[in-house]
């Protein structure tokens, strides 16, 4: 099986800066496209960002220039650097990857998520 786990998420004053990890692990052949998304209290859930295999990259509108999302291959992790934080960026963050492993082929796999609040 394979697993996402999501941290670094907290509270925060308006202004500040987190940083979110996502760890896969299992048996894991490759990581593939993953994204980060998020989910505020009566909202649909939203891509805020993403990277694919190969280190490109793509953002909402809502979070360009803020936000910076990375990877690091080598621990089969993602990052998502999160500056100038806004109230309206509270939400639950997960964690999304398509993930190729060793014995079941590709699988799409969720994280259970981390709650980003974003107050004074």
């Known amino acids: 099986q394979v697993q996402l786990v999501e941290s670094g998420g907290g509270l925060v004053q308006p202004g500040g800066s987190l940083r979110l990890s996502c760890a896969a692990s299992?048996?894991?052949?490759?990581?593939?496209?993953v994204g980060w998304y998020r989910q505020a209290p009566g909202k649909e859930r939203e891509l805020v960002a993403g990277?694919?295999?190969?280190?490109?990259?793509n953002y909402a509108d809502s979070v360009k220039g803020r936000f910076t999302i990375s990877r690091d291959n080598a621990k089969n992790t993602v990052y998502l650097q999160m500056n100038s934080l806004k109230p309206e960026d509270t939400a639950v963050y997960y964690c999304?990857?398509?993930?190729?492993?060793?014995?079941?082929?590709?699988?799409?796999?969720w994280g259970k998520g981390t709650l980003v609040t974003v107050s004074s």
């Open positions: 999304n990857a398509e993930v190729v492993n060793r014995y079941l082929g590709r699988m799409d796999v």
């Open positions: 990277i694919t295999s190969g280190g490109s990259t």
């Open positions: 299992g048996s894991i052949l490759r990581i593939n496209d």
